[in-house]
């Protein structure tokens, strides 16, 4: 009678197990669709066709990489031509020995960006703390996200959702040998956008003092 029992406890565990796995592949899957549908017309790889704004928005990564040196590329890009004025660099500092935004900001300026064009936001630990800072220390509603693709979607939906009027441009991407772990990555992190702002209502971790950019 016990292992009748324990046969019929473990295949209800295993039919809710499945029934939970097959749910969570769902909603992963229609999460990462849904972010893309609502993006595409925003996003630019070119240049010449990318509208102008005041400010660039450039996302962190870590220092040296592949995924910020073409991000550094594309922000000083965007600003030679004019495309932006001044750059918000948004990243993690989350130790002493760890600051995306200060090396990104040191970096701008080796290519040449005026230290007066540039403003850096020390907490942006997450996309949507750098999107949302944007506007609530930097004052700026209207911008133009800095990323690769796989990252401006996610940005964008957040902006979108935020009620901001964002465009972004694309840095180059990272050959697919080096980038597989960060691919898998972001289908999770486009599932957990979602439950921030729709279940979670999920704010940044820090504000502060506005420090308005004129």
Known sequence: MLRVLAFFTLTRIVKWG??????????VYCSNKWIIRNTTAQIYS?????????????LGARPGNLYY????????????????KHIVVSGDNHTKDYDEGTAMCNDLKAA????????????????????????????QQQFTIISQQFH????????NKKGYTCVSFNAEDVPAKFSTATTIREYFARAKCILDIY??????KFLGEPVIIR
């Open 18 to 27: 499945l029934l939970v796995a097959g749910l969570s592949f769902i909603f």
């Open 46 to 58: 070119e240049v010449e066709k990318i509208p102008q704004n005041k400010v660039g928005l450039l």
């Open 69 to 84: 040196v073409n991000r550094i590329k594309a922000a000083v890009l965007l600003y030679k031509t004019g495309k932006i």
């Open 112 to 139: 040449g960006i005026p230290d007066s064009c540039i403003s850096i936001d020390y907490a942006g630990f997450r996309t949507l703390d750098s999107v949302v800072r944007c506007d609530k220390i930097f004052g």
């Open 152 to 159: 401006n979607e996610r940005a964008l939906f957040i902006a």
């Open 199 to 204: 279940v979670f209502k999920t704010q940044p």
